[in-house]
């Protein structure tokens, strides 16, 4: 007949001792900290590249505006609430009308100078509902510079001065001007 063995526990494994967990919950920390700077930052990049893309993007946009501006003729444009609008020449011949070229009334909306031009388009923006991307809390295009915005600016009386702001509102990330043909 065999003999029963005796099972006996090693007191040894226990598990973990306080110092290895301290250890591992340190290391975690470190990663994070890490994967936390590294998200930050490209969101950062991110929001710059969205400002830069959309100041490009209006660029050609602005330019069919002051070009409509400097021959006295209409543009459809989106107002502040996201309606779409005709804004003519407060000098309208009977050739350069909203009627004339649209087939659409222009209910009131007419353009003086260069900065009323700037101000429908920085409407048309709001209407988009383009915002600021960094925290979504302001317009996008705006009249005055502020940080994660796009400033346009009336340059005289053919042209606009689009600058785009990231964390500062005193280093611009980019200066484009465009100017009416």
Known sequence: MQKARRLTINNDDKGFTLIELLVVIVIIGILISIGAMMYLGNRDKAAVRTI???????????????DAYNSGGPF?????????ICVQSNNAGPLTTCQA???QSNNGNVYNSINDIVNYIIAHHQGRKEVDPHSGSTFLFVNNAAPWTISLTALGNSGVSVVGYADSNTLPIFSYTVAGR
């Not at 830069?52 to 002051?66: D, R, T």
């Not at 459809?76 to 779409?84: H, R, S």
């Open 76 to 84: 459809i444009v989106l107002d502040a609430a996201g309606q779409e």
């Open 101 to 103: 070229l649209f087939n």
């Open 52 to 66: 830069q893309a959309s100041a490009k993007g209006a660029i050609a946009e602005i330019q069919q505006y002051l």
